[in-house]
Protein backbone atom coordinates (compact mmCIF):
# COMPACT_ATOMS: atom_id res chain seq x y z
CA UNK A 1 0.00 0.00 0.00
CA UNK A 2 1.95 2.93 -1.34
CA UNK A 3 0.57 6.45 0.30
CA UNK A 4 1.40 10.11 -0.09
CA UNK A 5 0.46 13.24 1.61
CA UNK A 6 0.39 16.54 -0.91
CA UNK A 7 0.80 19.85 1.45
CA UNK A 8 0.63 21.93 -1.85
CA UNK A 9 4.61 22.67 -1.32
CA UNK A 10 6.14 23.22 -4.56
CA UNK A 11 10.12 23.01 -2.83
CA UNK A 12 9.52 19.10 -1.64
CA UNK A 13 8.46 16.31 -3.46
CA UNK A 14 5.46 15.03 -1.41
CA UNK A 15 7.07 11.85 1.08
CA UNK A 16 5.69 8.51 -0.24
CA UNK A 17 4.98 5.55 2.70
CA UNK A 18 4.74 1.98 1.81
CA UNK A 19 3.30 -0.12 4.31
CA UNK A 20 3.28 -3.58 4.16
CA UNK A 21 1.39 -5.12 7.17
CA UNK A 22 1.82 -8.85 7.45
CA UNK A 23 0.86 -11.04 10.21
CA UNK A 24 3.12 -13.47 11.10
CA UNK A 25 2.20 -17.32 12.91
CA UNK A 26 5.67 -18.21 13.98
CA UNK A 27 8.12 -17.85 11.03
CA UNK A 28 4.91 -17.95 8.25
CA UNK A 29 2.87 -14.89 7.06
CA UNK A 30 -0.18 -15.64 7.93
CA UNK A 31 -1.88 -12.69 5.95
CA UNK A 32 -0.40 -9.95 4.52
CA UNK A 33 -1.79 -8.02 1.35
CA UNK A 34 -0.83 -10.74 -1.63
CA UNK A 35 -2.77 -13.68 0.84
CA UNK A 36 -5.76 -10.86 1.24
CA UNK A 37 -6.33 -10.18 -2.30
CA UNK A 38 -5.58 -13.99 -2.78
CA UNK A 39 -8.71 -14.32 -0.32
CA UNK A 40 -10.88 -11.56 -2.37
CA UNK A 41 -10.24 -13.31 -5.73
CA UNK A 42 -11.43 -16.95 -4.37
CA UNK A 43 -14.89 -15.11 -3.02
CA UNK A 44 -15.28 -13.11 -6.63
CA UNK A 45 -14.19 -16.42 -8.82
CA UNK A 46 -15.33 -19.52 -6.60
CA UNK A 47 -11.77 -21.65 -7.58
CA UNK A 48 -8.46 -21.04 -6.23
CA UNK A 49 -6.76 -22.06 -9.63
CA UNK A 50 -8.91 -19.16 -10.87
CA UNK A 51 -7.91 -16.74 -8.58
CA UNK A 52 -4.49 -17.27 -8.96
CA UNK A 53 -5.13 -17.25 -12.62
CA UNK A 54 -6.45 -13.80 -11.97
CA UNK A 55 -3.30 -13.10 -9.33
CA UNK A 56 -0.68 -14.07 -12.07
CA UNK A 57 0.67 -17.12 -10.44
CA UNK A 58 0.30 -20.92 -11.32
CA UNK A 59 -2.18 -23.09 -9.19
CA UNK A 60 0.44 -24.46 -7.03
CA UNK A 61 1.87 -21.03 -5.81
CA UNK A 62 -2.04 -20.37 -4.89
CA UNK A 63 -2.35 -23.58 -3.44
CA UNK A 64 0.38 -23.36 -1.59
CA UNK A 65 -0.49 -19.93 0.09
CA UNK A 66 -4.00 -21.02 0.75
CA UNK A 67 -2.57 -24.31 2.70
CA UNK A 68 -0.26 -21.55 4.39
CA UNK A 69 -3.28 -19.61 5.32
CA UNK A 70 -5.27 -22.68 6.54
CA UNK A 71 -2.81 -24.15 8.95
CA UNK A 72 -2.26 -20.79 10.67
CA UNK A 73 -5.70 -20.18 12.09
CA UNK A 74 -7.71 -22.52 14.06
CA UNK A 75 -9.92 -23.69 11.58
CA UNK A 76 -9.72 -23.33 7.48
CA UNK A 77 -10.27 -19.92 6.09
CA UNK A 78 -10.64 -21.63 2.73
CA UNK A 79 -12.91 -24.40 1.85
CA UNK A 80 -12.87 -26.15 -1.05
CA UNK A 81 -14.86 -28.95 -2.88
CA UNK A 82 -14.09 -31.61 -4.76
CA UNK A 83 -14.44 -31.58 -8.80
CA UNK A 84 -16.64 -33.91 -10.72
CA UNK A 85 -19.03 -33.55 -13.43
CA UNK A 86 -19.84 -29.94 -12.54
CA UNK A 87 -16.25 -29.42 -11.28
CA UNK A 88 -14.89 -28.11 -7.72
CA UNK A 89 -14.60 -25.06 -6.06
CA UNK A 90 -13.61 -22.97 -3.50
CA UNK A 91 -15.37 -20.60 -1.07
CA UNK A 92 -14.37 -18.55 2.10
CA UNK A 93 -15.09 -20.03 5.56
CA UNK A 94 -16.92 -17.81 7.67
CA UNK A 95 -13.42 -17.36 9.69
CA UNK A 96 -11.79 -16.43 6.85
CA UNK A 97 -14.44 -14.23 6.18
CA UNK A 98 -13.79 -12.93 9.52
CA UNK A 99 -9.86 -12.63 8.96
CA UNK A 100 -10.02 -11.35 5.80
CA UNK A 101 -12.17 -8.49 7.38
CA UNK A 102 -10.03 -7.52 10.53
CA UNK A 103 -6.81 -7.43 8.22
CA UNK A 104 -8.77 -5.27 5.76
CA UNK A 105 -9.62 -3.13 8.74
CA UNK A 106 -6.21 -3.03 10.40
CA UNK A 107 -4.54 -2.33 6.77
CA UNK A 108 -6.75 0.50 6.69
CA UNK A 109 -6.64 1.45 10.21
CA UNK A 110 -2.56 1.65 9.74
CA UNK A 111 -2.75 3.06 6.92
CA UNK A 112 -4.60 6.38 8.62
CA UNK A 113 -2.63 6.73 11.13
CA UNK A 114 0.63 6.51 8.82
CA UNK A 115 -0.45 9.39 6.90
CA UNK A 116 -1.13 11.40 9.45
CA UNK A 117 2.52 11.45 10.07
CA UNK A 118 3.56 12.23 6.29
CA UNK A 119 3.28 15.58 6.58
CA UNK A 120 5.77 15.45 9.98
CA UNK A 121 8.22 13.88 7.30
CA UNK A 122 7.87 16.08 4.77
CA UNK A 123 9.36 19.36 6.69
CA UNK A 124 11.90 17.19 7.66
CA UNK A 125 13.04 16.28 4.13
CA UNK A 126 15.35 17.88 1.41
CA UNK A 127 14.48 20.43 -0.90
CA UNK A 128 14.26 18.39 -4.44
CA UNK A 129 17.56 19.90 -6.00
CA UNK A 130 19.64 18.67 -2.83
CA UNK A 131 17.49 15.20 -2.44
CA UNK A 132 19.49 12.04 -3.34
CA UNK A 133 19.39 10.41 -6.66
CA UNK A 134 19.54 7.00 -5.36
CA UNK A 135 22.79 6.13 -7.80
Known amino acids: MLLSADSGKSEHAAPRLKLNLRLLHGDVV????????????IVKTGSISQAGR???MSYRRAWVLVDEMNHCFKKPLV?????????????LSELGEQVLAHYRKMATAAADVALAYVGVFEALMADDKEAPTGE
Open 54 to 56: EMG
Open 79 to 91: ITSKGGAVGGGAR
Open 30 to 41: AMGPGKADLLDF
